[in-house]
């Protein structure tokens, strides 16, 4: 079917038409079918695609194991709630004297300003892991970026920054031309609901971010992202400036991050230290792993799959158990973790290489495999130059 | 770059598939919510079925309040029922729609959301200040009254909406209870204050630092641990080498627990003093004999010091067959002010509920509701308590309603007066007695004068 | 401020008595990753398995008998805590990480999150959320040093993880089936035309790694009286943590590192409050730790002891 449509342009115009009237709808066939809290979850599950998709250049592209990068995602969150909530007025008298209101930016302010300073934040910390490998990188920047979580935590005294644990409120909603985000929209005597705005808000952003990676995978860049995660040390004699690119990565994937994590602030309208725990770092991965590394489509799946599956399951179990037990036998929040951790097993048991995997990755792996099965029980020399091809 | 574009259509197309196909697994537990509306539905008689949502967490840590704060509703909903309740001709049918929110933020939003679109007309809860602020932005744009029983921070009804109520006293109120307990009750000329920088531990143990400082004691040491934390003995050995009067924790009663043990090996005696969220059977189980004498707070009355507690427990017992937890009297309260709303509006209209609930007056089992300005109830009433014999005891009752208050003081009056007659021997004890009687007659004036 | 010579005696203490808390833990997955170059996610939900199970036996053991000395119940827990663990090992190996061998690297940690995920939902089922804790059978009457108290379990504690620690180096370094897992370290292939079988010597560092996730458990848990399903996690990413500090992989490194992140956090909590006034609290313990750590890689990128075997730059 794809060969179908390569050859035949009118029918690629045709789907990409489809596609676009489909996502279009969207958010109404599904607050039709399933109640506008779906909605609501398809919008954190775009959220998080930008997340993993970002994620994915540092882990997939460059081959770097980043188990911190919500920290970007915070910075974001925490940047846009200072800049459009009355809090840094109401708590610091230099700016209530300059703004008496609080600091309300503009959209087209803010979501720039959140990728630039989540990119600082990416090569700031980047920087001091250049020479780190494997594990010893995912620790530091496991450190890394618990130590942002607890500044954020605690950045209440004895200058109150962020607000502390109780977290940052009343922060503005979007709004595009003069458009609030948070009131239902009527055009022509037909009524948009808040979270349909932000859906389509969010697929834009997602939709630009798509297309930038997919652009910057077979850019020079990209090839040489690729080239350091396959072998540094070759990468470096080919003339690659290894530091620099690695640099890069960190500040991209940063950049989605803050990104993300400015539209999560906006779309709560309240911030606080416990959305951005460790575990959410291991989700984005698992996401990124999950999905194919490295493969952008393999990557948006998983990310979709991840954010949706729980909140399926949590549908489902309840319902499901009281309809075959008449009455609830196993508590459903361990019940739907059970189930979310045996699916990450089997997943990795059946498709090690993730559900959708690169088309090259999963040739290099089935030669692996079938080298493998000449001697089954080998383990690849650690030592061996393949390190970092292995990640 | 065609095949570019091909990539991009085909992801989207896979997203939008993945994501429409997530959408339509769905539609079967959606009407299945609704079922049992169905049914109660048809209307011979003129009906009019009033949904009231509730949230906590069902699941997780501390699922088990949760579940509570669901009991507490349900008797309620079930109570009105029975008491048939007309409003403009047409009998009320009450509707309790639970849902669970993890204690998560984000899902807390999602589980308002699908209140929101479930139509229900008011609702009770979240549990957690964490959930309960991202939640109550969502039902304020939907015109939807949000009553929490046990949300104790105050930024939650300082946001300015109007759907905005609590029926258990804030943060604040019981920070400021405490800190003059430590500074005037305990003596305490020097304390040291830890809490677990969780939103309610923080809030509340600033609180405490205020009150305490503003009663003349001072603060010598601010500690702080984390709410998975099971070793304290660094910020204990420090707080040793300052020698405070009082220990003040901010945190829960899994924190509390192991904390006490650690205190009493370091070789620490110092009176130690705690919130709410460590004021728990569990705590004492926990600290084993560590827990003797040490000191802590409820937001809201004893169970057995409210207007009808005692009627509420039995009756909790007999239905739901296990022990009230802490805030199921304020959830049941809760649903009976919205019904007083919805009697007074003549309407069960979301937005005539709204308008309503300001001038709430409702008798529950907690003591008269009324809400401030901000939609803080007034008067909510701190109980402190201390550990004797592995047990909570009750010391002081502070603020509360005025009729809870009366009867608090009767119940007092009476018992006391009752132990005096029992050691005191002959007249004298009658007489005592016929006095306790005598103040409690006043007190019951008081209180019908208060009714009125 | 007055400096209190005891105090600083009694933070030294529990620095030490933390620190071999994490060493103990940390032993486990520096075997693991000594040998397969894998980071066991689950090591911690193995030791908490282990505290449960243990906890579990003394209780009931507790309700039966409650006068027997207290030895003989952490014994009598520590026994049947162990070759559950075991089993536990060998099976998590066999069925997430054996398939694995070949597959790409992230592939493995993928499964032992999940497996972390299962084992925690699995003790939640069995024992329930709340806080277990231990009857009243452990001496709490502490000895008092200098102005400084530790308890004997304290003291037990301490020598335990070192004479475990040493007991380990011995099985590597003199044993037979130590020289074994060198080899299968160095290289599993050529390991294996030597006519060792490589996989029996996995499995069984997984399950000498699972039974001391089992006495770390039960010591963990005795210490601080208390025993619940999510314990484990944690645990398991400071002693991780403490591994790599050591430098992940060598024994005396994951003990070393164990004893050093103890004292640091509780140092770090007991004086750089006062010493920045204020300012860097005891909220900030965790920050020093991780300052250390990053502080310690940046210089010596296989941690304290480690050897450089993966660099190549």
Same mark, same amino acid.
């Given at each position: 079917?794809?060969?179908?449509?390569?050859?035949?342009?009118?029918?690629?115009?045709?789907?990409?038409?489809?596609?676009?009237?489909?996502?279009?709808?969207?958010?109404?066939?599904?607050?039709?079918?399933?109640?506008r809290?779906?909605?609501?979850?398809?919008?954190?599950?775009?959220?998080?695609?930008?997340?993993?998709?970002?994620?994915?250049?540092?882990?997939?592209?460059?081959?770097?194991?980043?188990?911190?990068?919500?920290?970007?995602?915070?910075?974001?969150?925490?940047?846009?709630?200072?800049?459009a909530?009355?809090?840094?007025?109401? *708590?610091?008298?230099?700016?209530?004297?300059?703004?008496?209101?609080?600091?309300?930016?503009?959209?087209?302010?803010l979501?720039?300003m959140?990728?630039?300073?989540?990119?600082?934040?990416?090569v700031?910390?980047?920087?001091?892991?250049?020479?780190?490998?494997?594990?010893?990188?995912?620790?530091?920047?496991?450190?890394?970026g618990?130590?942002?979580?607890?500044?954020?935590?605690?950045?209440?005294?004895?200058?109150?920054?962020? *607000?502390?644990?109780?977290?940052?409120?009343?922060?503005?909603?979007?709004?595009?031309?003069?458009?609030?985000?948070?009131?239902?929209?009527?055009?022509?005597?037909?009524?948009?609901?808040?979270?349909? /705005?932000?859906?389509? /808000?969010?697929?834009?952003?997602?939709?630009?971010?798509?297309?930038?990676?997919?652009?910057?995978?077979?850019?020079?860049?990209?090839?040489?992202?690729?080239?350091?995660?396959?072998?540094?040390?070759a990468?470096?004699?080919?003339?690659?400036?290894?530091?620099?690119?690695?640099?890069l990565?960190?500040?991209?994937?940063?950049?989605?991050?803050?990104?993300?994590?400015?539209?999560?602030?906006?779309?709560?309208?309240?911030?606080?230290?416990?959305?951005f725990?460790?575990?959410?770092?291991?989700?984005?991965?698992?996401?990124?792993?999950?999905?194919?590394?490295?493969?952008i489509?393999?990557?948006?799946?998983?990310?979709?799959? /991840?954010?949706?599956?729980?909140?399926?399951?949590?549908?489902?179990?309840v319902?499901a158990?009281?309809?075959?037990?008449?009455?609830?036998?196993?508590?459903?929040?361990?019940?739907?973790?059970?189930?979310?951790?045996?699916?990450?097993?089997?997943?990795?048991?059946?498709?090690?290489?993730?559900?959708?995997?690169?088309?090259?990755?999963?040739?290099?792996?089935?030669?692996?495999?079938?080298?493998?099965?000449?001697?089954?029980?080998?383990?690849?020399?650690?030592?061996?130059?393949s390190?970092?091809?292995?990640? | 770059?065609?095949?570019k574009?091909?990539?991009?259509?085909?992801?989207?197309?896979f997203?939008?598939?993945?994501?429409?196909?997530?959408?339509? $697994?769905?539609?079967?537990?959606?009407?299945?919510?609704?079922?049992?509306?169905?049914?109660?539905?048809?209307?011979?008689?003129?009906?009019?079925?009033?949904?009231?949502?509730?949230?906590?967490?069902?699941?997780?840590?501390?699922?088990?309040?949760?579940?509570?704060? $669901?009991?507490?509703?349900?008797?309620?909903?079930?109570?009105?029922?029975?008491?048939?309740?007309?409003?403009?001709?047409?009998?009320?049918?009450?509707e309790?729609?639970?849902?669970?929110?993890?204690?998560?933020?984000?899902?807390?939003?999602?589980?308002?959301?699908?209140?929101?679109?479930?139509?229900?007309?008011?609702?009770?809860?979240?549990l957690?200040?964490?959930?309960?602020?991202?939640?109550?932005?969502?039902y304020?744009?939907?015109?939807i009254?949000?009553?929490?029983?046990?949300?104790?921070?105050?930024?939650?009804?300082?946001q300015?909406?109007?759907?905005?109520?609590?029926?258990?006293?804030?943060?604040?109120?019981q920070?400021?209870v405490?800190?003059?307990?430590?500074?005037?009750?305990l003596?305490?000329?020097?304390v040291?204050?830890?809490?677990?920088?969780?939103?309610?531990?923080?809030?509340l143990?600033? $609180?405490?630092?205020?009150?305490a400082?503003?009663?003349?004691?001072?603060?010598?040491?601010?500690?702080?641990?984390?709410?998975?934390?099971?070793?304290?003995?660094?910020?204990?050995?420090?707080?040793?080498?300052?020698?405070?009067?009082?220990?003040?924790?901010?945190?829960?009663? +899994?924190?509390?627990?192991?904390?006490?043990?650690?205190?009493?090996?370091?070789?620490?005696?110092?009176?130690?003093?705690?919130?709410?969220?460590?004021?728990?059977?569990?705590?004492?189980?926990?600290?084993?004999?560590?827990? $003797?004498?040490?000191?802590?707070?409820?937001?809201?009355?004893?169970l =057995?010091?409210?207007p009808?507690?005692?009627?509420?427990?039995?009756?909790?017992?007999? %239905?739901?067959?296990?022990?009230v937890?802490?805030?199921?009297?304020?959830?049941?309260?809760?649903?009976?002010?919205?019904?007083?709303?919805?009697?007074?509006?003549?309407?069960?209209?979301?937005?005539?509920?709204?308008?309503?609930?300001?001038?709430?007056?409702?008798?529950?089992?907690?003591?008269?509701?009324?809400?401030? =300005?901000?939609?803080?109830?007034?008067?909510?009433?701190?109980?402190?308590?201390?550990?004797?014999?592995? %047990?909570?005891?009750?010391l002081?009752?502070?603020?509360?309603?005025?009729?809870?208050?009366?009867?608090?003081?009767?119940?007092?009056?009476?018992?006391?007066?009752?132990?005096?007659?029992?050691? +005191?021997?002959?007249? +004298?004890?009658?007489?005592?007695?016929?006095?306790?009687?005598?103040?409690?007659?006043?007190?019951?004036?008081?209180?019908?004068a208060?009714?009125? | 401020m007055?400096?209190?010579?005891?105090?600083?005696?009694?933070?030294?203490?529990?620095g030490?008595?933390?620190?071999?808390?994490?060493?103990?833990?940390?032993?486990?997955?520096?075997?693991?990753?000594?040998?397969?170059?894998?980071?066991?996610?689950?090591?911690?939900?193995?030791?908490?398995?282990?505290?449960?199970?243990?906890?579990?036996?003394?209780?009931?053991?507790?309700?039966?008998?409650?006068d027997?000395?207290?030895?003989?119940?952490?014994?009598? !827990?520590?026994?049947?805590?162990?070759?559950?663990?075991?089993?536990?090992?060998?099976?998590?190996?066999?069925?997430?990480?054996?398939? #694995?061998?070949?597959?790409?690297?992230?592939?493995?940690?993928?499964?032992?999150?999940?497996?972390?995920?299962?084992?925690? &939902?699995?003790? #939640?089922?069995?024992?329930?959320?709340?806080?277990?804790?231990?009857?009243?059978?452990?001496?709490?009457?502490?000895?008092?040093?200098?102005?400084?108290?530790?308890?004997?379990?304290?003291?037990?504690?301490?020598?335990?993880?070192?004479?475990?620690?040493?007991?380990?180096m011995?099985?590597?370094?003199?044993?037979?089936?130590?020289?074994?897992?060198?080899?299968?370290?160095?290289?599993?292939?050529?390991?294996?035309?030597?006519?060792?079988?490589?996989? @029996?010597?996995?499995?069984?560092?997984?399950?000498?790694?699972?039974? #001391?996730?089992?006495?770390?458990?039960?010591? @963990?848990?005795? &210490?601080y009286?208390?025993?619940?399903?999510?314990?484990?996690?944690?645990?398991?990413?400071?002693?991780?943590?403490a591994?790599?500090?050591?430098?992940? !992989?060598?024994?005396? !490194?994951?003990?070393?590192?164990?004893?050093?992140?103890?004292?640091?956090?509780?140092?770090?909590?007991?004086?750089?409050?006062?010493?920045?006034?204020?300012?860097?609290?005891?909220?900030?313990?965790?920050?020093?730790?991780?300052?250390?750590?990053? @502080?310690?890689l940046?210089?010596?990128?296989?941690?304290?002891?480690?050897?450089?075997?993966?660099?190549?730059?």
């Amino acid at each position: 079917m794809l060969a179908a449509l390569k050859k035949n342009p009118a029918a690629k115009w045709l789907g990409l038409a489809l596609v676009v009237i489909a996502l279009a709808v969207l958010p109404f066939a599904v607050e039709a079918g399933a109640g506008r809290s779906w909605v609501r979850i398809i919008d954190f599950a775009l959220l998080y695609i930008m997340l993993a998709l970002g994620l994915n250049i540092v882990v997939g592209f460059a081959g770097l194991l980043d188990l911190g990068y919500i920290a970007f995602y915070a910075v974001g969150a925490y940047m846009w709630a200072l800049l459009a909530s009355p809090h840094l007025s109401a *708590n610091f008298p230099a700016f209530a004297a300059m703004f008496p209101g609080g600091l309300h930016f503009p959209i087209w302010i803010l979501i720039p300003m959140g990728a630039l300073v989540a990119a600082i934040f990416g090569v700031l910390l980047g920087a001091p892991t250049l020479r780190l490998r494997g594990d010893y990188l995912a620790i530091v920047t496991l450190g890394f970026g618990e130590i942002i979580r607890i500044f954020l935590n605690n950045l209440n005294a004895p200058v109150n920054i962020t *607000n502390g644990p109780q977290g940052i409120n009343k922060i503005d909603p979007f709004s595009i031309f003069g458009i609030p985000f948070n009131k239902p929209l009527s055009v022509f005597g037909f009524t948009v609901p808040s979270v349909a /705005l932000y859906y389509y /808000l969010f697929l834009a952003l997602t939709i630009v971010i798509i297309v930038i990676t997919l652009r910057l995978e077979d850019s020079r860049i990209g090839r040489a992202w690729v080239a350091i995660r396959e072998d540094e040390i070759a990468a470096k004699a080919m003339g690659i400036n290894t530091r620099n690119v690695k640099l890069l990565a960190f500040a991209m994937g940063a950049t989605f991050g803050g990104v993300a994590g400015g539209l999560f602030a906006g779309f709560q309208g309240f911030v606080s230290p416990e959305s951005f725990t460790l575990m959410e770092s291991i989700m984005v991965l698992a996401m990124v792993v999950l999905g194919g590394m490295g493969h952008i489509p393999g990557v948006v799946l998983g990310a979709v799959l /991840l954010a949706t599956l729980p909140e399926a399951i949590r549908y489902t179990v309840v319902p499901a158990q009281k309809m075959l037990f008449d009455r609830q036998i196993v508590d459903p929040e361990s019940l739907r973790m059970l189930l979310f951790g045996l699916a990450l097993i089997l997943v990795m048991l059946y498709r090690p290489a993730g559900i959708w995997p690169s088309p090259v990755r999963k040739r290099e792996f089935a030669t692996a495999e079938k080298a493998g099965k000449l001697e089954p029980e080998q383990y690849p020399d650690r030592t061996e130059a393949s390190e970092g091809a292995r990640l | 770059m065609q095949k570019k574009l091909l990539t991009v259509s085909v992801v989207a197309a896979f997203a939008a598939l993945a994501l429409a196909g997530c959408g339509k $697994e769905e539609p079967k537990p959606a009407p299945k919510a609704e079922a049992p509306a169905a049914p109660a539905a048809p209307p011979p008689p003129p009906q009019i079925v009033v949904k009231i949502g509730h949230v906590a967490p069902l699941t997780g840590n501390i699922a088990h309040l949760g579940k509570d704060n $669901e009991n507490g509703a349900r008797l309620a909903v079930d109570d009105l029922n029975a008491m048939g309740i007309a409003v403009d001709g047409k009998k009320l049918v009450f509707e309790l729609v639970g849902e669970d929110d993890q204690a998560d933020p984000k899902t807390g939003t999602v589980v308002a959301q699908k209140l929101v679109d479930a139509k229900v007309n008011a609702v009770v809860g979240h549990l957690n200040s964490g959930t309960t602020i991202p939640a109550s932005k969502i039902y304020n744009d939907a015109g939807i009254a949000q009553i929490s029983p046990s949300a104790t921070n105050p930024t939650y009804t300082q946001q300015g909406f109007k759907t905005a109520f609590r029926v258990m006293a804030n943060d604040v109120q019981q920070g400021s209870v405490l800190g003059s307990y430590a500074a005037k009750s305990l003596n305490a000329k020097t304390v040291a204050i830890i809490d677990d920088r969780t939103a309610y531990g923080q809030g509340l143990a600033d $609180e405490v630092e205020k009150a305490a400082k503003a009663g003349g004691a001072a603060v010598v040491a601010r500690e702080f641990t984390k709410n998975d934390a099971t070793d304290f003995t660094a910020i204990l050995t420090k707080i040793k080498g300052k020698k405070p009067d009082v220990i003040f924790y901010g945190g829960m009663d +899994a924190q509390a627990g192991p904390m006490l043990k650690q205190i009493k090996t370091l070789g620490i005696k110092t009176k130690f003093l705690t919130g709410d969220g460590g004021c728990s059977p569990e705590m004492i189980k926990l600290a084993g004999d560590a827990s $003797e004498g040490v000191y802590c707070s409820q937001a809201g009355l004893p169970l =057995d010091k409210m207007p009808r507690g005692a009627d509420f427990e039995k009756r909790y017992k007999a %239905k739901f067959n296990t022990d009230v937890q802490i805030y199921s009297p304020y959830s049941y309260d809760a649903v009976l002010v919205i019904a007083d709303a919805i009697k007074r509006a003549n309407s069960a209209d979301p937005a005539k509920i709204v308008a309503e609930l300001p001038n709430t007056a409702t008798e529950g089992v907690t003591g008269k509701v009324q809400f401030d =300005d901000k939609g803080d109830v007034k008067n909510g009433a701190i109980t402190v308590y201390t550990v004797k014999g592995g %047990k909570l005891d009750v010391l002081e009752v502070q603020g509360g309603s005025l009729v809870a208050k009366a009867e608090a003081a009767v119940k007092d009056a009476v018992k006391d007066a009752k132990e005096a007659a029992k050691e +005191a021997a002959g007249d +004298a004890a009658k007489a005592v007695g016929q006095a306790a009687t005598a103040v409690g007659q006043e007190a019951k004036k008081v209180e019908e004068a208060v009714k009125k | 401020m007055t400096f209190h010579p005891e105090i600083f005696l009694q933070q030294i203490i529990n620095g030490l008595v933390l620190g071999s808390i994490y060493a103990l833990v940390a032993l486990g997955y520096t075997m693991v990753y000594g040998i397969l170059g894998l980071i066991n996610f689950a090591h911690g939900e193995v030791v908490m398995i282990g505290a449960l199970t243990a906890l579990s036996v003394i209780l009931a053991l507790h309700g039966a008998a409650p006068d027997l000395p207290a030895a003989l119940f952490i014994l009598a !827990g520590t026994l049947v805590a162990i070759p559950v663990t075991m089993a536990l090992g060998y099976t998590i190996e066999r069925v997430a990480y054996r398939p #694995l061998r070949n597959a790409p690297r992230l592939a493995p940690l993928i499964t032992a999150i999940g497996v972390s995920i299962v084992l925690q &939902n699995v003790a #939640l089922l069995v024992w329930g959320r709340s806080y277990r804790s231990w009857p009243p059978i452990l001496p709490t009457t502490p000895h008092t040093i200098l102005g400084a108290n530790i308890t004997d379990l304290q003291i037990f504690i301490v020598l335990a993880a070192a004479a475990i620690m040493a007991g380990l180096m011995l099985l590597v370094n003199k044993t037979k089936l130590g020289r074994a897992m060198r080899a299968t370290a160095e290289n599993p292939a050529v390991a294996g035309l030597m006519g060792v079988n490589v996989n @029996v010597i996995i499995s069984v560092t997984f399950v000498i790694g699972a039974a #001391l996730g089992a006495i770390a458990g039960v010591m @963990v848990s005795a &210490n601080y009286q208390i025993a619940h399903y999510y314990m484990g996690f944690i645990l398991g990413l400071k002693a991780f943590t403490a591994a790599v500090l050591g430098g992940i !992989g060598n024994l005396a !490194g994951a003990m070393l590192g164990g004893l050093l992140l103890g004292l640091i956090e509780s140092l770090g909590a007991g004086y750089i409050g006062d010493l920045t006034g204020g300012f860097l609290g005891s909220h900030y313990q965790d920050v020093f730790a991780f300052f250390v750590l990053i @502080v310690v890689l940046i210089f010596r990128p296989s941690g304290l002891v480690g050897e450089r075997v993966a660099e190549r730059a």
